[in-house]
């Protein structure tokens, strides 16, 4: 297993009696749900990203809808 680090962050009611709610029903540990949160949101972020400068380049190529970046082979 990986190295993990402890950290404190804080959040509405509302948001925490959601995630207690979601865990019992799930059957995951609060912990667990949390990380697959930040994973997903940081891995969207890199995507947007990544996205934003690839289609300039694409533009600059002469593709100029998503549908023929997303085509290229």
């Known amino acids: 297993m990986a190295a993990t ?24 540990p609060v912990s667990e749900i949390v990380r697959m949160s930040l994973r997903k949101f940081i891995t969207l972020r890199r995507f947007r990203a990544l996205h934003k400068k690839t289609v300039r380049y694409a533009r600059k190529a002469g593709y100029m809808t998503e549908e023929e970046i997303l085509n290229l082979k």
């Open 5 to 28: 680090k402890t950290i404190n962050i804080r959040i509405p009611k509302e948001l925490e009696k959601d995630l207690a709610s979601l865990s019992k029903e799930e059957d995951i």
